[in-house]
């Protein structure tokens, strides 16, 4: 149906051509998408790290004190 359509584009530059200009371009997109959800995942991993620190601190603090009064 696109033979009809679009007669002179078929014949100069032929249909593969075009149709791999499309596949390529949805590649493309597929790979930045993916790369864009890794970066927005270690982005939240790191915020999460961040939120516990100061639990952790914390709760090595407590340990540390509760070790020195052992001893």
């Known amino acids: 149906m696109a033979v009809f359509l679009y007669p002179k584009t078929k014949r ?12 390529s371009a949805v590649s493309t ?8 959800g890794a970066g927005l995942a270690v ?13 952790i601190r914390a709760r090595m603090g407590r340990m540390h004190k509760e070790a020195s009064t052992e001893c």
């Open 43 to 55: 982005w939240g991993v790191i915020n999460l790290l961040e939120g516990y620190a100061p639990i």
């Open 12 to 23: 100069k530059y032929g249909g593969n051509q075009i149709m791999g200009f499309f596949t």
């Open 29 to 36: 997109l597929q790979t930045l998408v993916v790369a864009l």
